[in-house]
Nanobody, 115 residues
Framework: QVQLVESGGGLVQAGGSLRLSCAAS????????MGWYRQVPGKQRELVAV???????NYADSVKGRFTISRDNGRNTVYLQMNSLTPEDTAVYYC?????????WGQGTQVTVSS
């Protein structure tokens, strides 16, 4: 059984930075993708960024150039460096792991950006 534990959320002023971390426990072998989604009340959860075990990455257009996703495969950990934050980035951020054929979610961490 895989569990995802997130950390790093919080309150920051607009223009500031935060770094989210997500550590996966359990056995992870083969192709997988770790990433981050976010959700605000009343809206669907949306992809923020994803990094595969092959080294590819993908970002939502709204965060390109501001957010950077990275992985430490030895520690089964994914990071999201968020710079130039705006109030529109305020959301609950969820870590996600695709380990075919299964999907796993973290518990979510709140990111609040004040104007």
């Amino acid at each position: 059984q895989v569990q995802l534990v997130e950390s790093g959320g919080g309150l920051v002023q607009a223009g500031g930075s935060l770094r989210l971390s997500c550590a996966a426990s359990g056995s992870i072998f083969g192709f997988n993708a770790m990433g981050w989604y976010r959700q605000v009340p009343g809206k669907q959860r949306e992809l923020v960024a994803v990094a595969t075990s092959l080294g590819t990455t993908n970002y939502a257009d709204s965060v390109k150039g501001r957010f950077t996703i990275s992985r430490d495969n030895g520690r089964n950990t994914v990071y999201l460096q968020m710079n130039s934050l705006t109030p529109e980035d305020t959301a609950v951020y969820y870590c996600h792991l695709t380990l075919p054929p299964y999907d796993y979610w973290g518990q979510g961490t709140q990111v609040t950006v004040s104007s």
